[in-house]
């Protein structure tokens, strides 16, 4: 049984930072490139961050770029996510998620990947 567990959200005031970690268990973790969405309420989930099964390539959104840093220890089936200067607007659920390799790079939907974690909710106060 595969699973994605989170950790690491919690509340913290703007400018602040949180690393969010993701331990996976009952799959291959070195098949599979990984990423990081998040659902603010009202709004529909995007991808913040993904990164390949090697760590060799990285995807971040736009707005993150040179907040966040993604990272994976492939000899811990961890996934991570570091989150610096945070924003209010950065306020969501947090979600890992798993995509089996298939050659094509890193996606950017989330109908590719394949297992998701429950989520950890981060709220930025301003």
């Known amino acids: 049984q595969v699973q994605l567990v989170e950790s690491g959200g919690g509340l913290v005031q703007a400018g602040g930072s949180l690393r969010l970690s993701c331990a996976a268990s009952?799959?291959?973790?070195?098949?599979?490139?990984m990423g990081w969405f998040r659902q603010a309420p009202g709004k529909e989930r995007e991808l913040v961050a993904a990164?390949?099964?090697?760590?060799?390539?990285?995807y971040y959104k736009d707005s993150v770029k040179g907040r966040f840093t993604i990272s994976r220890d492939n000899a811990k089936n961890t996934v991570y996510l570091q989150m610096n200067s945070l924003k209010p607007e950065d306020t969501a659920i947090y979600y890992c998620?798993?995509?089996?390799?298939?050659?094509?790079?890193?996606?950017?939907?989330?109908?590719?990947?394949?297992?998701w974690g429950q989520g950890t909710q981060v709220t930025v106060s301003s």
């Open positions: 009952g799959l291959t973790f070195s098949r599979y490139d």
């Open positions: 990164i390949s099964w090697s760590g060799g390539a990285t």
């Open positions: 998620a798993a995509d089996f390799i298939v050659g094509a790079g890193i996606s950017a939907s989330e109908y590719d990947y394949d297992y």
